[in-house]
């Protein structure tokens, strides 16, 4: 194998569709990099966009808990097993303990959950003191000593005895497991394994060959990694399927889709996950967690490839069901650390799934599987399994899991499992939210006697189990606090540090719940402690001092501005507003949010004025952090008590702290914007200096500054107006323009912008230069192909259009609504919103017909978002300038035997009657005779979209006396109702529901009679559908209209015979 | 439910006196059935969806609350804005597959 294909296996890179540089480059390259010093590390895992690369080194230990399970075989062991290995560590850990403080046994007591059986244990010891004596010197099975005589015997030659390395201490308390021996099964002793042929001619095939695999198509890339679980496919190609059995079919076949779903295109991917989907019964739970299960878990995963598993775990779930369950210690093995996961998607991935996966298999199916891990003495596999029990109490219910958590919280043999226990809490606290409050009596008792435990991990946990429960409660449900308001009192006076700082986070967060007596006491206490901590160095106590200020700052009325003048604010101005405090980025933000708390106490003026020196300072984060500070303030609040002079020196620092950034952070130009619009008026004297500074960097040659200045121009154009300097609008609108040349596309959407507001400011009429000037120059623009670039220019047309557009000659709007047309195929949403809101403007501006016309073309085209866009356009021209201006064309247009512009027509018309709404009663009439024709047309698409029309139609004119022509529809409708495909039966349902509103639940029911009770399932199912979502509306409207049923029972007696008569069911029995 | 995303799952739980609030980009948005013409009735949510985090967040997208919610006209006619609190709880699979394929992209 050459050199070449070593490295490619080595770095692992992508070996599929991959376009490469020229070999002779490649060698030069590669020559350089074997002739340099530097040794590239080639780690399989070293890939930089693998999941792995980027977790640290906490999430990692997902890896160790499974090798540590794979390595005990946990997986495949029950419970119960799983139970008894676990007592048995834990229960030689506690005797010996026992014998060494000599402590004699204690009486026989109640049994609990998780004390392990005293017999068992006593068994077990029992019987390993004995094996110690029997077995002193040797391993004995089945009463033959395994000397070694017998062993030459039994094993084939080759085997050698090796002696004893000296380092080795045999520890006579642990003896190898022989109970699962059988002799009698293994009668030819250990072999040693000959290397598979599959693995030998897997490891032949060069995976850097592989193009396309058998059966599967094109894919984006086949990694070396790969290899390893679908090396079969590639391996097995040649053999004929006849020759395998029925699980390799399968086996095969679930390679081949998982491969397809993990690499392949998204198409190629889409019908793959259906497939899967689909026969995921027929395919087995086994055959599918068997390959999926250790895919996960593979080191150079990236993070799509992990989603797109994920995705199956999920879809599967729902249809394997009850099937799932043995497989759920596995699948949570995987799933699990995904809680943990730096990325939000991705955690709420993993609680969707696991959400899911306990309402499959139970609660006491999960209890059991995840039970062996709560005390367990790894802290990363107790914070999963906590996590993992929130999401399990979200899902199925807190009430049900109550009972176990009291047992967890009270175990009386490990804290451990209190821990634990207080984590579960916390956690369901911080899912759940509010959701808890019916449950807090509960959840409270089951941590109150954790509070004053014995181990101050413990204590800390619980306290911070309370502040969460605390805080996803507030303001309610303090009486289930009382009772343990004491204890945590007594907590606080007795920790130092972390404890105390868990202890006033959990006091902190009941303040906001307490009555304001009872508030204000306890902020009154707190905040003794709190300003002796406001100086602690410690980064937690300062989150916590932070964090307790602003709850108590917000409920309790005790901390008056004088008091807060007097007692605090120097105090926590000192301590915090440091440049320190800058540099953290969580204490920066908490601290920020604290200090406009507290200015809603004490006023807007005293904190501003306090801070407007550090917009000054020489540090960017402390300044970045004051202007955010006076931004939110001031925005919040108002600078309504703000003195001229703090005005002066708070505009004179925000230009300080504006011209010195960096790093053209948006914190200080939206600081700056919101600030100037709060002042207004006031702002006057101090426009020259700002605008100077703009314009001189709007000259600037970083393309950044020029940006900014651009986007703060876009931000103060309304207080300009506002102060009268229409001049210097115009001046900046004249700069701007010259502008429109910029190269840098982003700077130039942020001129267009600024160019717009000003338009919107000073109006059409005054524009320097005139309208008819600007717009010809931004027709040429739009053509340009960055984002922000168009979208910006289709909004300040669209201004245009509606405020100017007697400035702009009717071509000139022609030729624009040509280039409009292009944007429709924008793949940004908002970009096509826009085009189609400034079709509707210069539809206004220049009447319908000639915009009609370019728009009725465009249907023709073969792209579909262009056409449904189209439609949408049709739709908006015919509400600004009435239908009956645009419906005779769109009509006349109908007549067009070409299926992809009828529909554009059919769809025009949906967005039409929904946007008119009641107007549609007088069109009703004019359009039926073409919503007939397509409501019996052979094309789906055809009756979908008429479906929709209807609907829309009949929504609009309910009670307007259209019954007739409703009633004709839904006769057109109901042969539909048959359809399979799922967005053309919606449409159909929501037409038939459309007509029942205007026709009447009594005349729907008539039709559905004929189909409720009849013998095949198929039929009865679809007119069960259309009955149940009538119910749902009307259930009471179609009482009335139940059939009589009065041929059922026997049949009526002959006269004079009355006895024997029976009395007729009444029909509503028979339907209820 | 929205009309292109069959996968998003709202709450339905019984709705308080808390109105929805919509985000910036979901402004207009009938939380029913994603028309954007002819509101008609604000959008009840329930209790749950109203405190802690969730509050004061859009009920569509889960962004920044903006303005109150409102079902369209048709929605109020078919009493669709009596099935209970409107609150999306589900990311919706192809707005996380976008998050990855963005990811991949942006790597």
Known sequence: ?1072 | MSRAQFDLVMCLKQPGTTIGKVCERCDGRCPGCDSLVNSKKMARICDDCSFGNFADRCIICGGKGFTEAYYCSECVRTEKDRDGCPKVTSLGSSRVDMFYEKKKKGQ
């Open chain 1, 1 to 1072: 194998m050459t050199d070449l294909d070593n490295r490619a296996k080595t770095q692992s890179v992508k070996l599929t569709g991959q376009y490469t540089a020229p070999k002779l480059v490649e060698d030069e390259i590669m020559e350089e990099v074997e002739n340099s010093p530097v040794v590239v590390s080639s780690v399989s895992s070293g890939n930089g966009k693998s999941v792995y690369s980027k977790e640290n080194d906490y999430q990692r230990r997902k890896y160790d808990t499974i090798q540590q399970m794979e390595k005990a075989g946990d997986e495949s062991k029950s419970y119960k097993e799983r139970m008894k290995l676990k007592s048995l560590e834990n229960g030689q850990e506690d005797s010996s303990k026992e014998e060494e403080k000599g402590l004699e046994r204690r009486k026989q007591r109640k049994r609990r959950w998780d004390v392990t059986d005293e017999d068992t244990n006593q068994i077990d010891k029992k019987t390993k003191v004995d094996g110690v004596i029997e077995t002193s010197s040797l391993p004995t099975i089945n009463g033959i000593e395994l000397n070694d005589e017998i062993l030459n015997k039994l094993l084939p030659p080759g085997f050698v005895k090796i002696p004893q390395p000296e380092s080795y201490k045999p520890r006579d308390d642990e003896l190898p497991d022989f109970s699962n021996f059988d002799a009698s099964g293994n009668a030819d002793g250990y072999m040693i394994p000959q290397e598979s042929k599959m693995l030998v001619e897997a490891k032949l095939v060069n995976p850097a060959m592989i193009s396309d695999v058998s059966g599967i198509g094109e894919l984006q890339f086949f990694k070396e990694e790969d290899m390893k679980y679908f090396g079969k496919l590639i391996v097995k190609k040649d053999v004929p399927p006849e020759s395998m059995s029925v699980d390799e079919k399968k086996e095969i076949r679930t390679m081949r889709l998982l491969l397809r779903i993990k690499n392949g295109s998204t198409q190629n991917r889409k019908t793959a996950l259906r497939s899967l989907t689909e026969n995921a019964r027929f395919l087995g739970p086994k055959v599918l967690f068997d390959q999926i299960l250790p895919l996960m878990m593979e080191k150079s995963l990236e993070d799509q490839e992990r989603h797109l598993l994920v995705k199956v775990i999920d879809r599967i779930l729902f249809k394997l069901d009850e099937l799932i369950r043995p497989y759920t210690h596995k699948i949570l093995i995987v799933i699990m650390p995904l809680l943990v996961d730096s990325d939000l998607v991705a955690r709420l991935e993993g609680r969707e799934i696991i959400s899911n996966l306990s309402k499959a298999a139970g609660l006491a199916h999960m209890i059991s599987t995840l039970r062996p891990d709560i005390d367990s003495s790894d802290d990363y596999v107790r914070n999963i399994v906590s996590r993992t029990f929130g999401v399990v109490a979200y899902s199925l219910g807190v009430q049900n899991l109550l009972p176990f958590l009291k047992a967890v919280c009270h175990s009386k043999k490990s804290w451990l499992a209190k821990h634990t226990g207080a984590r579960i809490v916390q956690q369901i606290g911080m899912i759940m939210g509010s959701g808890i409050l019916p449950h807090l009596n509960g959840l409270i008792s089951c941590v109150a006697d954790s509070i004053n435990d014995e181990n101050a991990q413990v204590r800390i946990m619980t306290a911070n189990a309370i502040a969460s429960l605390a805080e996803s409660v507030a303001p309610y449900g303090i009486e289930s606090f009382e009772e343990i308001l004491q204890d945590l009192w007594g907590g606080m006076k007795k920790h130092r540090g972390r404890g105390l700082a868990a202890f006033l986070r959990a006091i902190g967060s009941t303040i906001p719940l307490m009555d304001e007596e009872y508030a204000n006491y306890y902020t009154r206490e707190v905040f003794k402690i709190l300003s002796r901590e406001f100086s602690s160095p410690d980064e937690e106590m300062k989150r916590t001092c932070l964090k307790v200020v602003q709850q108590c700052c917000e409920s309790a009325s005790v901390l008056t501005k004088k008091y807060m003048l007097n007692e605090v604010l120097e105090n926590f101005m000192t301590n915090f507003w440091n440049r320190r405090t800058a540099l953290d980025k969580r204490v920066a933000g908490l601290c920020v949010h604290t200090t406009v708390t507290i200015s809603k106490k004490v006023g807007c003026a005293e904190i501003v004025e306090r801070i407007l020196v550090h917009l000054k300072d020489s540090a960017e984060p402390f300044r970045r952090m004051a202007v955010s500070t006076c931004d939110t303030i001031i925005s919040e609040i108002g600078s309504m008590d703000l003195s001229d002079r703090t005005v002066h020196r708070l505009v004179d620092g925000l230009l300080v702290a504006f011209q010195e950034q960096t790093t053209q952070d948006p914190v200080f130009l939206n600081g700056f914007g919101h600030i100037i619009k709060s002042i207004g008026i006031r702002s006057k004297p101090h426009l020259p200096s700002i605008l100077s500074t703009l314009l001189y960097r709007l000259k600037s040659k970083s393309p950044e500054v020029r940006l900014q200045a651009a986007d703060l121009i876009t931000q103060i154009a309304p207080v300009i107006k506002l102060c009268g300097e229409e001049d210097i609008l115009a001046k900046l609108g004249s700069i701007l323009y010259e502008s429109l040349g910029e190269v840098f596309p982003d700077v130039l959407g942020s001129v267009i912008a600024a160019l717009g507001s000003i338009v919107v400011a000073l109006g059409a009429a005054s524009m320097n230069p005139p309208i008819s000037q600007i717009l010809p120059t931004l027709t040429p623009i739009l053509k340009n192909r960055h984002v922000r670039v168009q979208e910006t220019t289709i909004e300040l047309i669209g201004k245009i259009a509606d405020k100017g557009k007697e400035f702009v000659n009717h071509r000139e709007w022609m030729r624009i609504s040509f280039e409009l047309l292009e944007m429709l195929k924008a793949s940004k949403k908002s970009i096509r919103v826009a085009a189609n809101e400034t079709f509707g403007h210069i539809a206004k501006a220049i009447g319908p017909a000639d915009v009609l016309v370019t728009l009725l073309n465009n249907l023709k085209v073969q792209e579909r978002q262009l056409r449904v866009c189209t439609a949408v356009a049709i739709g908006i021209v015919a509400k600004t300038c009435s239908p009956f201006t645009v419906l005779p064309a769109l009509m006349n247009e109908y007549r067009t035997p070409e299926v992809n512009v009828q529909n554009g027509v059919l769809k025009a018309m949906t967005f039409m009657f929904e946007y008119i709404g009641d107007m549609s009663a007088d069109y009703v009439y004019a359009v039926s005779p073409l919503l007939e024709d397509a409501l019996i047309e052979r094309d789906l698409v055809h009756r979908q979209t008429a479906a929709t029309v209807v609907r829309h139609m009949a929504l609009g004119c309910v009670g307007m006396g259209l019954e007739d022509v409703f009633l004709h529809f839904l006769n057109l409708l109901i042969p539909n109702i048959f359809e399979t495909s799922p967005h053309v039966i919606r449409r159909i349902m929501d037409g038939i529901e459309g007509c029942r509103n205007i026709v009447g639940p009594g005349l729907v029911m008539n039709y559905l009679l004929a189909g409720l009770f009849h013998p095949a399932r198929k039929v009865r199912h679809a007119y069960w559908r259309i009955f149940n979502e009538m119910y749902v509306q009307s259930c009471d409207a179609i009482v009335p209209f139940y059939p009589r049923l009065d041929g059922v029972g026997p049949a009526p007696a002959m006269e004079g015979n009355a006895a024997t008569r029976t009395p007729d069911i009444p029909e509503l029995d028979l339907m209820i």
